[in-house]
């Protein structure tokens, strides 16, 4: 199993150092991958229509006027201070932004980081931040869908064209292309739209914060899109994005945590699963305190997953 530790993108702290000492000590203990999550501008949380899915009462979401950075810039900084680890979004939502605009993006941090860029994608659920970025909210799973058809026509060799919906071009150039004319595509959500969606476009399937028993049942339903798509499910990883705690964690919430026994025990479920990546969002006040926990987990329990 594969192991990725969550950026400092938002919070307390998302300040240039925190982001570089988190991003260079991760990959110097050898995780696989870095990762940025999507939010622009949104409106007090207790005032939302919308329903936060990890929290009922919408609880668990930030402040309006909190900071967070923006996911695909975070990680064109991160590509130039690293080296080897791959840089993924956990995840950007697709219907916040222009599709050619998006793929102008995603082209220049994979083509700046050599090819590390992994496209984890979503179709969003607060309405309100839809409203204000001035975009969309109405048919937002296809229109998901088109733009990432328009992503694979623009990333390959030669002048582009496509006539769609909501996005029409004609012949025209698109470079740098992605270094292999695509970016590996992880498709987040719990519907049947988001499992449909993987079985048509995805490289995987990226769950965020289910237990081993939701991930296993995501998982089926996946797999049982791919039989009606006429995918073969063996060539999609299985990801997911966890909250680490060593304090303590509620793992029918999706958060890993307690002794490192207890760590080991809980990701050996999800590895029987099926699980092959798992995205670490590290809780701990403070830098110190997630380096703390970053070093602990590489050195204690990691090797017991190689």
Same mark, same amino acid.
């Given at each position: 199993?594969?192991?990725?530790?969550?950026?400092?993108?938002?919070?307390?702290?998302?300040?240039?150092?925190?982001?570089?000492?988190?991003?260079?000590?991760?990959?110097?203990?050898?995780?696989?991958?870095?990762?940025?999550?999507?939010?622009?501008?949104?409106?007090?949380?207790?005032?939302?229509?919308?329903?936060?899915?990890?929290?009922?009462?919408?609880?668990?979401?930030?402040?309006?006027?909190?900071?967070?950075?923006?996911?695909?810039?975070?990680?064109?900084?991160?590509?130039?201070?690293?080296?080897?680890?791959?840089?993924?979004?956990?995840?950007?939502?697709?219907?916040?932004?222009?599709?050619?605009?998006?793929?102008?993006?995603? /082209?220049?941090?994979?083509?700046?980081?050599?090819?590390?860029?992994?496209?984890?994608?979503?179709?969003?659920?607060?309405?309100?931040?839809?409203?204000?970025?001035?975009?969309?909210?109405?048919?937002?799973?296809?229109?998901?869908?088109?733009?990432?058809?328009?992503?694979?026509?623009?990333?390959?060799?030669?002048?582009?064209?496509?006539?769609?919906?909501?996005?029409?071009?004609?012949?025209?150039?698109?470079?740098?292309?992605?270094?292999?004319?695509?970016?590996?595509?992880?498709?987040?959500?719990?519907?049947?739209?988001?499992?449909?969606?993987?079985?048509?476009?995805?490289?995987?399937?990226?769950?965020?914060?289910?237990?081993?028993?939701?991930?296993?049942?995501?998982?089926? /339903?996946?797999?049982?899109?791919?039989?009606?798509?006429?995918?073969?499910?063996?060539?999609?990883?299985?990801?997911?994005?966890?909250?680490?705690?060593?304090?303590?964690?509620?793992?029918?919430?999706?958060?890993?945590?307690?002794?490192?026994?207890?760590?080991?025990?809980?990701?050996?479920?999800?590895?029987?699963?099926?699980?092959?990546?798992?995205?670490?969002?590290?809780?701990?006040?403070?830098?110190?305190?997630?380096?703390?926990?970053?070093?602990?987990? /590489?050195?204690?329990? /990691?090797?017991?997953?190689?």
């Amino acid at each position: 199993m594969k192991f990725g530790v969550h950026l400092p993108d938002a919070g307390r702290d998302p300040s240039r150092e925190a982001m570089i000492n988190i991003a260079t000590t991760a990959e110097k203990l050898g995780y696989a991958s870095l990762w940025s999550s999507d939010h622009i501008a949104w409106p007090d949380p207790a005032t939302l229509r919308s329903k936060y899915p990890y929290a009922d009462d919408n609880s668990g979401f930030p402040a309006a006027g909190s900071a967070w950075l923006d996911c695909i810039g975070t990680l064109q900084f991160v590509a130039g201070i690293t080296e080897r680890v791959l840089l993924g979004t956990t995840v950007l939502i697709l219907g916040y932004r222009g599709a050619v605009q998006q793929a102008k993006s995603w /082209a220049t941090l994979d083509h700046l980081s050599n090819g590390r860029a992994i496209m984890g994608v979503g179709v969003g659920w607060m309405e309100e931040e839809f409203e204000a970025v001035g975009r969309p909210w109405d048919q937002r799973g296809s229109r998901a869908d088109e733009t990432l058809e328009v992503f694979g026509v623009l990333f390959e060799d030669g002048l582009s064209s496509y006539e769609g919906t909501w996005t029409t071009f004609h012949d025209i150039g698109f470079s740098p292309k992605p270094v292999n004319n695509h970016i590996p595509i992880w498709v987040g959500g719990h519907s049947p739209a988001a499992f449909k969606r993987t079985a048509i476009f995805g490289d995987a399937f990226h769950a965020a914060f289910a237990s081993p028993d939701l991930l296993s049942q995501q998982w089926a /339903a996946v797999t049982e899109a791919c039989n009606t798509v006429g995918r073969n499910s063996q060539e999609l990883e299985l990801t997911s994005l966890f909250r680490l705690n060593f304090d303590g964690g509620d793992l029918d919430q999706g958060e890993i945590g307690g002794s490192t026994e207890q760590v080991i025990d809980q990701i050996g479920q999800y590895a029987e699963v099926g699980l092959t990546h798992a995205a670490l969002f590290v809780l701990g006040r403070g830098t110190e305190r997630r380096l703390e926990a970053i070093n602990r987990f /590489a050195e204690d329990i /990691a090797p017991n997953f190689s």
